[in-house]
């Protein structure tokens, strides 16, 4: 037992709790506005999600420039036209809250080297720092390793330390995920 000293009288507290009422929605029974979000879906991305992706990539493009890792703005038509080459070889994969997609990794094959997969993930300003961009690098991480990639490489562009930072936790994580499968970090 610990003693309880100068507390005050803790055992004749009472706390008046009342039970939240239970929905899938996080929306309180009696109407009100909930402040509770609800988690976000996280998935492959098809070719109906070309236009939301390419809109997260716009943003992060007019926000960041040629430090975003993208190679361009991103076009809906660019974004289908990537999501359809892929095959069983690439993926994109989407965080969807409601319908709104607030961000997206993309795995896509290292052109010269058949065992190694690019992963570059992309998120609005809202989305980061929350475990969005973890969820979507740990889900292409595993559709690399289900794919047969040996090696995995992040997109890093130069300069850009957030994304240096994000890599290097996830480098960790995606050795575990990927059991065995080389993680790199591009220096």
């Not at 029974?29 to 236009?51: N, Q």
Request: proline share 7%; net charge neutral.
């Amino acid at each position: 037992p610990v003693p309880l000293g100068s507390l005050a009288g803790p055992a004749r507290q009472r706390l008046h709790l009342r039970p939240l009422p239970r929905n899938d929605r996080a929306v309180p029974v009696d109407g009100r506005k909930c402040r509770l979000m609800a988690e976000p879906e996280y998935r492959r991305a098809t070719e109906k999600d070309a236009a939301a992706i390419a809109a997260v990539g716009a943003a992060v493009w007019d926000e960041l420039a040629t430090n975003s890792g993208l190679a361009q703005r991103p076009t809906k038509d660019g974004v289908a036209q990537l999501l359809s080459s892929y095959g069983d070889r690439g993926a994109m994969f989407v965080s969807d809250n409601a319908g709104e997609i607030s961000g997206f990794a993309a795995l896509t094959p290292d052109q010269d080297d058949p065992e190694e997969a690019v992963m570059g993930v992309w998120l609005l300003r809202a989305a980061r720092r929350k475990g969005v961009g973890r969820e979507l690098a740990l889900m292409a991480t595993d559709f690399a390793r289900a794919a047969g990639y040996k090696k995995l490489r992040g997109t890093l562009p130069e300069g850009n330390e957030p994304a240096l930072s994000f890599f290097s936790d996830i480098g960790s994580l995606a050795q575990v995920v990927g059991q065995g499968m080389e993680y790199e970090l591009p220096l």
